[in-house]
């Protein structure tokens, strides 16, 4: 079945270092590829999203790429915040030929600590 | 704008006690969801709704039953839970239009049973 395979953490960086959090992905036909952001006590917030190959998502100075050759969906920032410390999952979306059926398959996500 | 509601925030039940988590969406989302979240596990599903009157088990179902009566809410029951059942639990609601779908999230419900 269609998985996610993130880097597993903890991450520990200084302010304004390069971030990169590695994602791959098995899954059939064409799933479309998230990345959720958790803080501290809340739920999940979507960071960003891509869903068709060679689509890059980006917000909040995050970035990702949907490559479908290497199936990765990789996490980058140039320069981290501590206010980026948060736990992050890579996720992805079944593909179905009816359509969407609303479900996420998570990775197990990667605790990133921002030390100023 | 609430978006997707879960009650209650935190709970602790004792071993076979049975308990209802609810959610609720004002979106007028079809899709709904349950997952619970482990150490180390990531979030797993274990049921899901593409539409009222319509569920169906996702990864971990067992200990779990839902039921999806109107668009706006999706209950979990647990009917008699146990110490595994411990968890963090999250409540999504999303849309897809074709390949454009997203996923909005609860703030969770922290479970303990004892």
């Known amino acids: 079945g269609d998985s996610v395979t993130q880097m597993e953490g903890p991450v520990t960086l200084s302010e304004e270092a390069f971030l990169t959090i590695n994602c791959t992905y098995t899954?059939?036909?064409?799933?479309?590829l998230f990345w959720y952001v958790q803080y501290p006590g809340e739920g999940l917030q979507l960071l960003l999203k891509a869903t068709k190959a060679d689509d890059k998502g980006s917000n909040k100075g995050f970035e990702a790429t949907y490559r479908k050759e290497t199936t990765s969906f990789h996490l980058e920032k140039g320069s981290v915040q501590v206010s980026d410390s948060a736990v992050y999952f890579c996720a992805l979306s079944p593909f179905y030929y009816g359509g969407s059926q609303g479900n996420l398959i998570f990775g197990k996500g990667t605790k990133l600590s921002v030390k100023p | 704008n609430a978006g997707v509601t879960q009650t209650p925030k935190f709970q602790v039940l004792k071993t076979g006690q049975s308990m209802t988590l609810q959610c609720a969406q004002d979106?007028?989302?079809?899709?709904m969801s349950w997952y619970r979240q482990d150490p180390g596990m990531g979030l797993r599903l274990i049921h899901y709704s593409v539409g009222a009157g319509i569920t169906d088990q996702g990864e971990v179902p067992n200990g779990y039953n839902v039921s999806r009566s109107t668009t706006e809410d999706f209950p979990l029951r647990l009917l008699s839970a146990a110490p595994s059942q411990t968890s963090v639990y999250f409540c999504a609601s999303s849309y897809s239009n074709g390949l454009n779908t997203e996923a909005f999230f609860g703030q969770g419900t922290r479970l303990t049973v004892v």
């Open positions: 979106m007028n989302h079809e899709y």
């Open positions: 899954a059939t036909g064409y799933p479309s």
